[in-house]
Nanobody, 125 residues
């Protein structure tokens, strides 16, 4: 069974950090680009970042640029999203998704083939 599982979410104070993980089972991530998306209550899903299968392309949303870093460890079949300097507006459910090779534009999440169930991130004092 092909599956993506997110972990690492939780409650953190403003200015704090979290590292999200996206682990694949049933398939290897070597040939897949992995995107991170988030959705806050009452808001549309937003593309946060993506990493291509080679790791050579890592676009970020303007809202997270300079604060978030995406990386991948193919030996562990896992992609990470390091989130620093967190703000209350980063509060959302974060999802990872997989698509072959290249990152689609963030406006086309329907191009992804596999999705995880999401992990809640809450930034609050």
């Amino acid at each position: 069974q092909l599956q993506l599982v997110e972990s690492g979410g939780g409650l953190v104070q403003p200015g704090g950090s979290l590292r999200l993980s996206c682990a694949a089972s049933g398939f290897t991530l070597d040939y897949y680009a992995i995107g991170w998306f988030r959705q806050a209550p009452g808001k549309e899903r937003e593309g946060v970042s993506c990493i291509s299968s080679s790791g050579g392309s890592t676009p970020y949303a303007d809202s997270v640029k300079g604060r978030f870093t995406i990386s991948r460890d193919n030996a562990k079949n896992t992609v990470y999203l390091q989130m620093n300097s967190l703000k209350p507006e980063d509060t959302a459910v974060y999802y990872c998704a997989a698509v072959r090779y290249l990152c689609p534009p963030p406006s086309r999440p329907y191009e992804y083939d596999y999705w995880g169930q999401g992990t809640q991130v809450t930034v609050s004092s």
